[in-house]
């Protein structure tokens, strides 16, 4: 039995029908760019989200009756799904799909996806100490009764809460990241904790590796979201496998951040759940149009990027082209797409440095900001990464050389262990502009339900590149040994043609042989006046004949 806590830092004011004040603060699902999609007609119909933690969502909160399927095992706490409504899965639900009653309400009462089909799983078998307790205990029947009717039906699962396990390698970190594994068409969305400022911090499940782990960001007093809030745990992590133990302070395991206090969420108030009749100072307030407001923690940070989740994929299956293509649906796709779209704030670093090479570039073996990730949730730029993109998805899972692919793009790959792929981006890229070029696999771990078997099996070692193809010199290089995420994003030194580069060179651990990955790139073509077309031509020539010349020597 594990016993694991909320993602619950502060207090919150209860309300009830918001007051015009509410207008001051911010609008979330603006913020994050979701009118983006709102606007192309896609709030997540189509989809499946599924939010698993303690308890379950009340459904008898004006925003939250369309909540009605409920999933939780005979070991977990009470007798019925009524006795395990809780607050916070309340306020988790409605953050990811909670409906508007009314036009004028929309503003908070609308969560990111809400026309996603919203689902709940419920795994406490008790709560601990006193009324709105924080702190529960779950065991593996009860595990397995919240999470095993959504992995493989849902699209997407947001779990807000944690347990300590810097390293992630407690049964219950393999266990959750096998579960994300093996169902990559559901994406595993979870909170980094809020354990912070310090580092080696995230617990599981977000220190796991297969899953989406979501900081979270402070206001800041100017609604702007734009620096990471000082109790959201981070980085740099400890690493663990079979074969090298504990390595400390080595991995960044935040993937994305998204914002974190001064929300506004459904308030439940019943005595059920962590506020149960056995729990000291027990007692009911509230109503089905009451609301919690300045509420704090990465549990509200976590399902702001699950809606966003949803959003994508609902994009996906009202989209021709799309529809039919379980791979633009695939966690490592998705994943990538988000990471590749969000904003590097202020302060943003990943170690990046100069190559050295004097041609220009960057190295990094972090890959990620250690408290924000790839950054914070864009939905507006994720939607053109995703929906707008000149390459949705090379086809197949070919190897080597893939051919040309556009400027910006996303595909689900495979390489095989000693091998490489390359992309070839058509046209030219520009001088001075942005590249950006994020890619994501699964660590190899593995869960049976069925008798609870589990098995850390591998993690392999990829390498991210981004090379000129007119001089086939490597530019740019992000090879991070104990991450499953790479990431570059840097400014092109100059006009060119370039290519991205998959390199397998080993396994971190294990004897892996191949390996699935998602991979986004977003760069800005080169326009040319009509009296640099020639030379454009010209260097295209020879950018052809140094690449075909350099793959014959290679034979």
């Known amino acids: 039995m594990a016993q694991v806590i909320f993602d619950e830092p502060g207090q919150s004011d209860i309300v009830t029908n918001l007051p015009g004040t509410f207008t001051s603060g911010t609008n979330v699902n603006t913020l994050v760019g979701a009118n983006r999609f709102y606007n192309a007609g896609f709030t997540g119909q189509g989809t499946i989200t599924a939010n698993v933690e303690a308890g379950h969502i009340w459904s008898g909160h004006s925003t939250l009756g369309h909540v009605t399927s ?40 609308q969560g990111i996806a809400y026309g996603t089909d919203l689902r709940s799983g419920a795994i406490a078998t008790n709560w601990n100490g006193n009324a709105w307790s924080s702190s529960f205990s779950i065991n593996v029947n009860s595990l397995n009764g919240g999470y095993q009717p959504y992995f493989g039906t849902a699209d997407v699962i947001n779990s807000s809460w944690g347990g300590t396990d810097p390293a992630g390698s407690s049964s219950w970190a393999v266990r959750m990241d096998g579960y994300a594994a093996q169902f990559s068409q559901t994406t595993f969305v979870v909170t980094a904790g809020n354990s912070g400022p310090g580092a080696n911090t995230v617990g599981f499940p977000g220190s796991g590796y297969n899953a989406i782990t979501v900081g979270a960001l402070t206001n800041g007093g100017n609604n702007s979201y734009n620096a990471v809030a000082t109790f959201s745990s981070r980085g740099p992590e400890d690493y663990f496998d079979p074969l090298h133990g504990t390595i400390s302070g080595v991995r960044a395991a935040v993937d994305l951040a998204a914002p974190g206090d001064r929300l506004t969420a459904a308030y439940y108030g019943g005595q059920t759940g962590g506020n149960n009749t056995s729990l000291p100072g027990s007692a009911a307030s509230g109503g089905p149009t009451f609301y919690s407001t300045n509420i704090q923690g990465t549990s509200f940070s976590a399902p702001i990027v699950a809606g966003g989740v949803a959003l994508v994929k609902s994009a996906s299956y009202n989209t021709a082209g799309l529809a039919s293509n379980a791979a633009s649906r695939d966690t490592l796709v998705v994943k990538s797409v988000l990471m590749n779209s969000a904003d590097r704030i202020t302060g943003w670093s990943n170690g990046q440095v100069a190559n050295g090479n ?88 593995i869960y049976n339900p069925a008798n609870d078997a589990y098995a850390d099996l591998g993690q392999a070692d990829l390498t991210l590149r981004v090379v000129d193809l007119v001089s086939n010199t490597v530019i740019s290089e992000s090879a991070s040994l104990y991450n499953t995420s790479e990431l570059l994003s840097f400014v092109l030194p100059r006009t060119s043609q370039y290519g991205i580069e998959v390199v397998y060179g080993s396994n971190t651990f294990g004897s892996d042989a191949e390996v699935n990955y998602g991979i986004a790139w977003s760069g800005t073509a080169y326009l040319p006046d009509a009296g640099g077309s020639l030379l454009l031509v010209l260097l295209g020539v020879a950018c052809m004949w140094l690449f075909f010349m350099g793959r014959a020597r290679s034979r």
Do not use: C, E, K
């Open 70 to 109: 409920f999933a939780q095992d005979a070991a977990a706490w009470g007798s019925t799904a009524g006795d395990l409504f809780d607050r916070h899965a309340t306020w988790v639900g409605q953050i990811i799909g909670g409906r508007a009653t009314s036009p004028t309400a929309a503003t908070y009462q």
């Open 358 to 445: 004097g041609l220009g570039g960057v190295v990094t073996t972090q890959a990620l900001d250690w408290a924000s990730g790839a950054g914070r949730l864009n939905l507006d730029r994720a939607f053109d990464q995703y929906l707008l993109a000149g390459t949705r998805d090379v086809a197949g899972l070919g190897s080597g050389d893939l051919g040309l692919v556009g400027n910006v793009g996303w595909d689900l790959g495979n390489v095989d262990l000693s091998g490489s792929n390359m992309y070839r981006i058509g046209g030219y890229l520009a001088a001075n502009s942005r590249f950006d070029v994020s890619l994501n696999w699964f660590r190899d771990r």
